[in-house]
């Protein structure tokens, strides 16, 4: 089969490798859709062995497909179902597990970090993966294309359940990528009154033009999106602000921009290097200010966005921009890149 494997920095390469077989209470996946993250381009343009990869490894994580193969005593599953796999293998022992919180796991291994993803005309899924439940059934009237992206969506929602994004919030997102717009499109799903986006390049919130649930945008190139959200509010803030957006200065204009008790999500992480940010403590003080981080998705999040597809309250597909088959991965990181598009999927075996 062919499989996209990463070497090392800007070493990806498209080889020829055996179709692996299903462990005992593991499965093998046949890929339909593996859609191209943002931690796949910052992977590849920087190696994965300083992001905890065990080179070479075959990437890709937002995965979609149909079972193939069964392992000896693995129960539940049967060969040709649709499912959506997750990303992330909690041990489910740890106190954070015991906690609840297994996004939080001490112990948490990945799929495309270490173990083969989804850039692959098949995948193995390991036995521990299927054990802690990170293997869903695909509800039907749904594509491979559009479920490739439920644990982007799943991660967005980790956040806003921090944030306690609920009925009547003012919520402000700040970065218009393809995460910034999940989060207005659940932002609005989970009963946001008014949603607002900024972002420092035209091009991504000209992308933005086509979703309604988005109220109103602010170029923060050219104007100060701190004070076009105190307009929009009548100089009361936002409810909640959300930075999907590697941005320093983003995080320090979401303080000044948030209400009085607001919740302040800092969703995107920054550069290595680059992630000391200095606030005024006083505008958190004084506002009494939530501020708060938010990383990856449990298994109950991933069932939750799939049930939100299904129901139609999110339609991925506005999402997708371009889908190619695998033989042109080139070109489709380099589409992911770009800015001009928002997810870009691949498939496998076409």
Not at 187 to 195: E, L, N, P, Q, S
Not at 255 to 272: D, I, Q, S
Not at 288 to 300: C, I, N, Q, R
């Amino acid at each position: 089969m062919q499989a996209l494997r990463l070497y090392g920095a800007s070493d990806l390469r498209l080889e020829d490798i055996p179709v692996p077989e299903a462990e005992p209470g593991g499965l093998v996946v046949k890929v339909e859709a593996c859609a191209i993250c943002g931690s796949d381009l910052r992977n590849v343009r920087a190696g994965g062995s300083s992001h905890g990869m065990d080179l070479p490894i075959t990437i890709g994580h937002e995965i979609a497909g149909t079972v193939h193969g069964i392992g000896e005593g693995t129960e539940g599953f049967e060969p040709g179902q649709r499912v959506v796999l997750a990303t992330i293998t909690p041990c489910g022992q740890c106190i954070n597990c015991l906690r609840g919180i297994q996004n939080q796991c001490d112990r948490k291994t990945a799929i495309s970090y270490q173990y083969d993803g989804g850039f692959a005309e098949f995948v193995a899924v390991p036995p521990r993966h299927v054990a802690a439940g990170g293997v869903f059934p695909m509800p039907e009237g749904l594509s491979f294309a559009e479920v490739s992206i439920t644990e982007p969506f799943s991660c967005a929602l980790n956040g806003q359940e921090l944030s306690r994004v609920g009925l009547g919030d003012v919520v402000c997102v700040m970065g218009a990528g393809p995460v910034g717009l999940m989060h207005c499109l659940l932002a609005r799903a989970r009963g946001a009154a008014k949603v607002f986006l900024a972002d420092v390049a035209p091009a991504r919130l000209e992308l933005s033009r086509d979703f309604p649930e988005i109220d109103n945008r602010v170029d923060a190139s050219r104007e100060d999106p701190v004070e076009r959200v105190l307009h929009w509010t009548g100089g009361v803030g936002a409810d909640v602000v959300i930075t999907a957006a590697p941005s320093g200065k983003a995080q320090v204009q979401a303080t000044r921009m948030a209400a009085k008790r607001g919740r302040v999500n800092l969703f995107g992480g920054l550069p290595k290097g680059e992630s000391e940010t200095v606030f005024d403590s006083n505008v958190i003080h004084y506002k009494e200010l939530f501020v708060h981080g938010a990383s990856d998705s449990t298994v109950p999040q991933m069932m939750t966005i799939l049930d939100l597809m299904a129901s139609g309250q999110l339609r991925p597909g506005r999402l997708i921009t371009g889908i190619l088959p695998l033989s042109r991965f080139r070109e489709g990181f380099e589409l992911a890149a770009s800015g001009n598009a928002l997810k870009v999927v691949l498939e496998p075996g076409k």
